[in-house]
């Protein structure tokens, strides 16, 4: 949907903000909150200066942000945190736009015949912020801390790697207890920014990326300088990179609008529509595997009755959710987490179970709730979430779902790990640029990240089958077989995939919008003469 249909638009937003504040349950915005409570960093207003108000820059590129918490590498989570650290560090090998991995601090590569032993070549002009040489000694220190540190997110992902060599000053190996046909993605993980070897203070900034910090005011605002010594010639293009904290995107909006910034990602699909019609912005929309899983744990009451999982499928109606909170955007979802963007992995066999709030009503009274069942719908108040909740609560209420709406700010949320805790709950999952991250941390048995605590044996001999297998063939063969079992049985309901949104202003060019927001690379992004 374009510009044309932004009066259709403003209707459908409205209405969902006055069902929200009828009943009491959202945020009582037109806008949701952004992802940290608004009691976490100040009002919007106090984080524009008069440096600000002015639309001559030098060539220093001013984005928004959502404030940060993470500044070391290996516990960053947010797209804020990683944009920073993506600006700061290097990846030894990175994911582009298209979703291929490219070098980075790794010139070249190579695997055995076995798959078993990856050799990189890395570059030999890299430094880091503190003058010291980038060698193979920090991407072996970089790589033992994420497999070993205990409470790092990446000790599960790392498991598999037997030893990390470094094999000549510039040469590193990597040698694995089984195959792993996507290792390459996991090396690109988004933690996984090289760090100096021995390094005391994993906050310090010191990396071998294209920007340097110049200040950092948690409160407000991070200030980087481009690197001289930056070892790719001819970047960064930009004199300068700051990047501004602010807590809601509508006030992200109205700062573009006045020329106060020049970059914002990570907008509602009702203010990118309010954004793309502007004169002297370049409005960009892509696809991602981006999705809201709204789902039931069974391994407790009511969602460890088969038939309540039913019910609350075919009481979704995944299609009008999509027309009415991503207007268009994205892609319809079918309760698995492989979306259409894997193209060569994603099916849409068998066909989804029928919207039937009536057949609904009968299950749920059929597995003893003849009254109806009343449920509290935990949720994030940030992005359209709050949104979707009040959707979702109409159509359930059709098959005798009564759902009470309960918002939280990221912080209680996934601090707290309320997730992972409630009876039923809205998660957003970010863009990952391969599959099998999801299998492994959500569907398996016993998973870190099993929200659901599903638990199937023939789903976990093909999440098996699909991470280790170098048969390409018998990895699709495992992958549809998986969203078959989802659709079919699975206790996700996945409505839609969210698209990513960035708008810049127009005197900038060289600007690439990636799917994860937080990996969009401003290496290459120049004020135009």
Known sequence: MRRDKQKFIHIITTLVAFILLLSGCGTGKETPAQNVSSTDKPDTKQTLTEEDMSSENGGTLKASAFPIKQTDPAKISSD????IANHVYDYLVDVNADNEIVPRLAQDWSRSEDGLQYTFQLVENATFHDGS???????????????????????DLYANIESIEATSTYEVQFTLQETNPFFLYDLSDNHALIMKAGTEDPEDFNGTGPFIVEEYRPEDRIIMKANPD??????????????IFFNEEAAAADAIQGGQIDLTMDLTTPLYESLSG????QAY???????????????????????????????TDRKAIFNVIQQGYGAVGRDSPIGPLFSEYYTEEPAMLEYNPQRARDLLAEAGYEDGLDIKLNLLDTLNFPDLAVVLKEQW?????????VTLPESVYYGEGKWLDVPLGIT???????????LDVMLKCGAKWNETRFCDDEVDELIETAGTTLNEQERIDAYHQIQRIMVERGPMIVPYFFA?????SDDYAGFELKAFSGRTDLRTVYLKE
Do not use: C
């Not at 930056?230 to 700051?242: D, M, S, V």
């Open 278 to 281: 502007v004169d002297d912005l």
């Open 80 to 83: 804020s945190e990683v944009l």
């Open 397 to 405: 209420s059709e098959a005798g779902i009564n759902a009470e709406i």
């Open 285 to 315: 929309d892509i696809a991602t595997n981006q999705f809201a899983a709204v789902r039931l744990r069974t391994d407790m009451e009511p969602g460890n009755d088969p038939k309540v999982v039913e019910a609350f499928k075919i009481a």
């Open 428 to 438: 957003g999952w970010g863009h990952r640029p391969y599959p099998q991250f999801y």
């Open 230 to 243: 930056y070892f790719i010639e001819g970047q960064p293009k930009l004199a300068g990179l700051t990047i």
């Open 133 to 155: 040489e980038f060698t193979a000694e920090s991407v072996v220190w970089t790589y033992k801390r994420l497999r070993d540190t205990e409470g790092l997110p990446t000790v």
């Open 500 to 504: 990513e949104y960035g708008v810049i």
